[in-house]
């Protein structure tokens, strides 16, 4: 059995999540793809996957096992590329992660200039409001804003996001402009239903007329004027900017929320990583100064 040949494959079943996903991928029968990463477990004497009709969940001998064949993986391809002087323009697939709206607005632009310099590399920009599990692999590079637990990730800071309050003119109107947090219990509000980083500004404090689980749905709520809004500053930008929104109460917003790259910590940063990292940090720091990130607090 070539084992390297078999922790390709039980990464690449993981990474299209079936392992008919990943047959369609590589282009294999499905029987083939489960028979190749069945005799990888029996040659290993442990279960690695655990099988279902929907799903495939890694044990945590599987856990283990899958961060050390990635990092086994990213050497040997390193080594190879070396070796074929392959170093000058780095190739193959990158993984980046990021929230949803931060992603499309930010990111993408980052994602679609780095693809210019680099015709070699195919990236997969993931989009979605969660934290993906980076030491297990499931992502090369992620985006996240806020404080970060003590994960052992290596992270390189770009900048910082107000938490901020926005109103409609027509509420505005109606309730009058809050001046204290308790004026906010005269206002109906919007609960946006994700998490938001640890200490982001305050909680609702009118009665909660809409709950929604998408960004771009409370901004246009809020724009309605079914409620005011508690937001990451990036997500009303616009419509603050267009006058759709008005910002309240800025004298009193928290510390900005910290931005971050993360990665898994690697004994050799693959090329195609560093390259990113590098792209992307010196671009994702001009977009947010340019943002006016700065806390109103803090800027006096």
Known sequence: MDRLDAMSLLLDTLDAGSFSAAARRLDIPVATLTRRVGQLEAHLGVVLLLRSTRRLTLTDTGRRYVE??????????????????????????????APRMFGRLHVLPIVGAFLEQHPGITVDLQLFDGNVDLAAGAADVAVRIGTLPDSGLIATTVGQMRS??????????????????????????????????????????????????????AVDAAEAGIGYVRLLHYQVADAVEAGRLRLVLEHLEDVP????????????????IR????????????RLLGMGTESRTNAG
């Open 68 to 97: 050390g064949a990635r990092r086994v993986l990213s050497q040997v391809d390193e080594i190879e590329r070396d070796a074929a002087g392959e170093f000058v323009e780095p190739t193959g697939r990158l993984l980046v992660s």
């Open 275 to 286: 390259r990113f990292l590098d792209v992307a940090s010196e671009r994702l720091r001009e």
């Open 164 to 217: 901020v309050i926005a109103v409609s003119p027509l509420l505005l109107d109606l309730h009058g402009t809050p001046h204290r947090i308790d004026d906010l219990a005269m206002i109906p509000s919007i609960l946006l239903d994700i998490p938001l980083p640890q200490g982001a500004g305050v909680k609702p404090h009118g009665q909660v007329r809409l709950v929604v689980s998408g960004a771009e749905a």
């Open 257 to 272: 929320s910290p931005v971050h790259l993360l990665h898994a910590p690697l004994p050799q940063l693959p090329q195609k």
